[in-house]
Each structure stands twice: as C-alpha cells, then as structure tokens.
C-alpha cells in the first residue's frame, strides 16, 4: 500500500529546532529544506536553505545539526563556525566514508562536510578567493577539457550556478553547471558511494558508462 508521511519537521510551520523527528508541538523544525540524501548509516541528510544548514536526520529519528550557524557567508571550519550561501536549489550528496557533499550554489562552491561536522571546499572559490583542490574537467566523449586546480583559476572558470551533484562510481563528484550549460567532473578520490545488495552486504558502485553529448559550450 502506497502511502505519503512526515519523516520530520512539522508541515507548514517554518523554523529551527534540533530535537525528534515528529510531526508535534515539540518536534524539529526546518525552514525551506532542499536536497535530501541518505548515508550507507542510514543517516538522512538535509540541506535546510533558509537555516543556512546542514541537518541529519538519525535512524533513530533525531534531528541535530551537521554544519552551519544560520549565517550566509563561506567559511571553511567546524560545525557552527562554518558558513553557507546555500540556494533554494540546493542539492547534497554522499559518499562510501557517509561525507557529505553540498552545492553551495549562492558561493558557486562545491563544499564537503563530514561525518564530523568539518566542512571544507573542494572545488569552486575558497575564502581566499582562490580556486580550490581538484581537477575538473567537462564531461564529453570527443573533447575533455581539463582544468587543475590553483589560483590561476578564477571563480568565472569553473562553475556558475551549479545546483544539482553526485559522487560517481569513480570518486568523482558531478556538478550541474548551469550558466554553461555543462556536467563537470570534480576529480577528488573520493570514496564510491555503497548499496546494499539482496544479500545485505554493503558494495561499491560499479563504474559508469561513458557519459555522450553532455554539454553544449
């Protein structure tokens, strides 16, 4: 039987509150929640936009809070000292270690959070204004274009209102790059997210097929 609930948060009423996942008087509450994903721990990942903050939904159904102070900004740190510009369109992702990795789409950053609540930016413009670890490249089957990361690269170079990611079966994480009308590759080594299989065992993605005609510049 198909059927629709609150996992958490209470339904028309906007907020922040850390606490149960229950649609009740004193459950959690977010305000404009975007992207969603879940850890190979279960763990249901939340980018709540306009708390400017990363939440984490338990297993267990308590709600905390991963990373962010509420503040707009970008700032590299832990827990509450990090900031985010996250967009209304704003879309998270996990890999096989249960890292975080966020499209900070107002910073034009891609930004990872651990398990910890540490936060740093892969790819994009760090606090420094200056472009950050990483190779990226642009997904097409006849040309490549790579770019490596250092402060040669402005902003302007790599990515323009990117919105929408996933961590690949290669460690790579893929970046809608709007303006240009493009998918990137972020090139990180990062771990390959993991499922369960009919058996119960956690596996690795297999790789992907060769992406074709994915960009128009």
Wanted: glycine share 12%.
């Amino acid at each position: 039987v198909r059927s629709v609930s609150v996992l958490a948060g209470r339904k028309g009423k906007p907020g922040y509150i850390d606490g149960r996942a229950s649609n009740s008087r004193s459950g959690a509450l977010f305000h404009g929640p975007s992207g969603v994903a879940v850890d190979y721990h279960g763990n249901v990942l939340v980018a709540d936009v306009e708390n400017q903050r990363i939440r984490i939904i338990s297993p267990d159904g308590d709600v905390s809070t991963l990373a962010g102070s509420g503040t707009k900004g970008l700032r590299d740190g832990d827990g509450e000292n990090a900031l985010f510009n996250l967009g209304c369109e704003t879309d998270i992702a996990t890999d096989g270690e249960a890292s975080v990795y966020v499209a900070d789409m107002n910073n034009n950053c891609v930004r990872k959070v651990t398990i910890n609540g540490t936060v740093t930016t892969l790819g994009g413009v760090s606090e420094d204004d200056q472009f950050c670890s990483g190779t990226v490249s642009t997904l097409l089957e006849e040309v490549r274009e790579e770019y490596k990361g250092g402060a040669a690269l402005g902003r302007s170079v790599i990515f323009h209102c990117n919105s929408r990611l996933a961590v690949d079966s290669r460690g790579s994480v893929l970046i809608t790059d709007s303006k240009k009308h493009c998918i990137r590759a972020l090139h990180v080594g990062l771990t390959p997210p993991k499922f369960r299989d009919g058996k119960g065992k956690w596996r690795a993605l297999r790789s992907r097929r060769r992406l074709k005609n994915v960009c128009n510049d």
